[in-house]
């Protein structure tokens, strides 16, 4: 696999460095928020620490994509690091593609 020798300082690329520090840094509370037993403190930390990372799903799902980079964290960010697939029709991540592709979009109401 080729490596990247610089990563684009782009604002796309800046959300997704950001959000993966997050993420790993809150792994252990978001796990330990799980579960039947998980304590009431412990649900609330992981879902303040999910609605921050949604908001910035949110906001990097819609900046438009300016490098093969950007797309990249794109389809990692939209698709969970591979654990889930946006709809077709509808997801922001298959309409950006079908844009950059020169496909006909249709976009929602």
């Known amino acids: 696999m080729t490596e990247l020798k610089t990563i684009p300082k782009t604002p796309i690329m800046a959300l997704f460095h ?10 252990q509370c978001i796990i330990a928020a799980q579960g039947a037993k998980a304590k009431t403190q412990d649900r609330e930390a992981a879902a303040r620490v999910i609605e ?24 990692i960010i939209d698709t969970c ?29």
């Open 18 to 27: 950001k959000h993966r520090e997050i993420l790993k840094a809150s792994a």
């Open 52 to 75: 921050k990372l949604n908001k910035m799903e949110a906001e990097l799902m819609a900046l438009p994509a300016t490098c093969a980079a950007d797309f990249a964290a794109k389809v």
């Open 81 to 109: 690091c591979g654990d889930s697939y946006p709809d077709w029709e509808t997801g922001a991540l298959w309409r950006e593609a079908r844009e950059l592709t020169g496909m006909e979009v249709q976009r929602p109401n």
